[in-house]
């Protein structure tokens, strides 16, 4: 088995950073991957490096194809070929259909959708060289069920699920992954930076009656990333409480 | 065969044999797929390693007509004559 050399997208908070948090307790390398926050990103370095991991921090933006492979050559020349690949980076641009702008859908498909597809493209190469390879892709329970104010959103999530149902049918014989985690309230910025009553309203609904953790995200998705997970593939694991049972 | 037709032969067998491939199958004649036992992914594969090498793209939808190895090794040569 290679080397395990992680690399998570959106990795400097929330979700992310919980991800290369756990992955890194589970001993594998970590490529910390941040668009705006390079502080923040810094702290998850030494969250993870509290671990007992390696880190490194990189900056890119994953909805431009250059900066993802920059990305990942900044990696592999810091800890070798990645092994472990968890496209967590998103954002949203909420807002009803009706009155979407066209750069606030283009936005979020860039970032949620493309991005995905760019990183997973690129490590698929490494990969499928080293018939070996885990792939986590965080989508939402938007991209499960609908959700109102997020059509681009949820569009983009929806997406994701598809482009990991058929990565993992593309590359099943060569020992790797590709499967998909759908968080549903979570306590990160992206529900925390709501109305008050929205996030109330929100949580409210979810029969566990509370916001599930980034930690409870980063618990099944290192799972997943583990050697030992290699006959689950192409699922889509839903993680909300209960909301959408 | 010319220099660069039998360069280009040579770095398919090279690719081959490092993915495990006995020499002796990958004649100009093989069928990839029936006589090299290539998938269409290792096929995939392939071109990637020679677009890589040989600094050329080649599209999807020409993999379509590659069946032997010669086929493979006329594509890229096409592809390195335009771009030369």
Request: aromatic share 4%; proline share 3%; net charge negative.
């Given at each position: 088995?290679?080397?395990?050399?992680?690399?998570?997208?959106?990795?400097?908070?929330?979700?992310?950073?919980?991800?290369?948090?756990?992955?890194?307790?589970?001993?594998?390398?970590?490529?910390?991957?941040?668009?705006?926050?390079?502080?923040?990103?810094?702290?998850?370095?030494?969250?993870?490096?509290?671990?007992?991991?390696?880190?490194?921090?990189?900056?890119?933006?994953?909805?431009?194809?250059?900066?993802?492979?920059?990305?990942?050559t900044?990696v592999?020349?810091?800890?070798?070929?990645?092994?472990?690949?968890?496209?967590?980076?998103?954002?949203?641009?909420?807002?009803?259909?009706?009155?979407?702008?066209?750069?606030?859908?283009?936005?979020?498909?860039?970032?949620?959708?493309?991005?995905?597809?760019?990183?997973?493209?690129?490590?698929?190469?490494?990969?499928?060289?080293?018939r070996?390879?885990?792939?986590?892709?965080?989508?939402?329970?938007?991209?499960?069920?609908?959700?109102?104010?997020?059509?681009?959103?949820?569009?983009?999530?929806?997406?994701?699920?598809?482009?990991?149902?058929?990565?993992?049918?593309?590359?099943?014989?060569?020992?790797?992954?590709?499967?998909?985690?759908?968080?549903?309230?979570?306590?990160?910025?992206?529900?925390?930076?709501?109305?008050?009553?929205?996030?109330?309203?929100?949580?409210?609904?979810?029969?566990?009656?509370?916001?599930?953790?980034?930690e409870?995200?980063?618990?099944?998705?290192?799972?997943?990333?583990?050697?030992?997970?290699?006959?689950?593939?192409?699922?889509?694991?839903?993680?909300?409480?209960?909301?959408?049972? | 065969?010319?220099?660069?037709?039998?360069?280009?032969?040579?770095?398919?067998?090279?690719?081959?044999?490092?993915?495990?491939?006995?020499?002796?199958?990958?004649?100009?004649?093989?069928?990839?797929?029936?006589?090299?036992?290539?998938?269409?992914?290792?096929?995939?594969?392939?071109?990637?390693?020679?677009?890589?090498?040989?600094?050329?793209?080649?599209p999807?939808?020409?993999?379509?007509?590659?069946?032997?190895?010669?086929?493979?090794?006329?594509?890229v040569?096409?592809?390195?004559?335009?771009?030369?």
């Amino acid at each position: 088995m290679p080397d395990q050399v992680a690399l998570v997208t959106g990795g400097s908070r929330g979700i992310g950073r919980a991800i290369a948090v756990a992955l890194a307790s589970k001993g594998m390398s970590v490529g910390i991957n941040y668009r705006s926050g390079a502080d923040e990103a810094k702290e998850t370095l030494r969250l993870v490096e509290e671990a007992g991991g390696n880190g490194v921090c990189v900056g890119a933006d994953v909805s431009s194809k250059d900066e993802v492979d920059r990305m990942f050559t900044e990696v592999e020349d810091a800890f070798g070929p990645v092994s472990v690949l968890v496209n967590n980076a998103g954002i949203r641009r909420d807002g009803l259909a009706l009155s979407m702008k066209d750069d606030a859908w283009d936005e979020v498909i860039a970032i949620n959708l493309f991005g995905t597809f760019a990183c997973c493209r690129r490590a698929l190469r490494g990969m499928v060289r080293a018939r070996y390879g885990r792939i986590v892709n965080v989508s939402s329970v938007a991209g499960v069920s609908g959700s109102p104010g997020q059509a681009n959103y949820s569009a983009a999530k929806a997406g994701v699920i598809g482009l990991t149902k058929t990565l993992a049918r593309e590359v099943a014989s060569r020992n790797i992954t590709v499967n998909a985690v759908a968080p549903g309230v979570v306590e990160t910025e992206l529900t925390t930076s709501l109305p008050e009553a929205r996030y109330d309203e929100l949580v409210g609904t979810v029969p566990a009656g509370r916001a599930g953790t980034p930690e409870e995200v980063a618990a099944l998705t290192a799972h997943l990333c583990d050697p030992a997970s290699s006959y689950t593939t192409g699922a889509v694991f839903v993680i909300d409480g209960a909301l959408t049972a | 065969m010319d220099e660069k037709n039998t360069e280009i032969y040579e770095v398919i067998k090279e690719h081959l044999t490092g993915r495990g491939i006995d020499a002796a199958v990958v004649t100009l004649e093989a069928d990839l797929t029936q006589n090299v036992g290539l998938d269409s992914l290792d096929v995939t594969e392939l071109t990637l390693a020679l677009e890589e090498r040989f600094n050329i793209e080649i599209p999807d939808e020409e993999l379509e007509g590659l069946v032997t190895v010669k086929d493979a090794v006329d594509l890229v040569a096409a592809k390195v004559a335009v771009e030369a």
